[in-house]
């Protein structure tokens, strides 16, 4: 299966979503259902295979802290490992370089 992180466009909304809803259906904010995707100022950046969006995380970044909003995995893809593993490096660095924050291992040094 060939993965790609980017980030969200807004021809990813209905899967998007469906992978929103889905994801968090067996959750506590399993009620927490949006009809569309609201708008996003922060990070937001989809896991991909084959046109669906199997991941999302939306994050609120400022000049000096980041909070993460939102991760979510649609259930068809959970527990298949190799992409948290193989992405996650990339992930960091592209989060740390889009923010201007201090790179992975650095957020909170002083």
Known sequence: ???????????????????????????AYFDDVWPVK?????????????GTVAGILTATVNREAATIDTVVVHPDFRRQGGLCSTRRSRCCARTASQSSMPGPGTIGAR
């Open 38 to 50: 609201p708008p996003s100022a922060g990070l937001d950046l989809v896991a991909a295979t084959a």
């Open 1 to 27: 299966m060939t993965w790609s992180v980017r980030t969200y466009d807004p021809a990813d909304e209905p899967s998007w979503l469906r992978c929103r809803v889905l994801g968090f259906l067996d959750t």
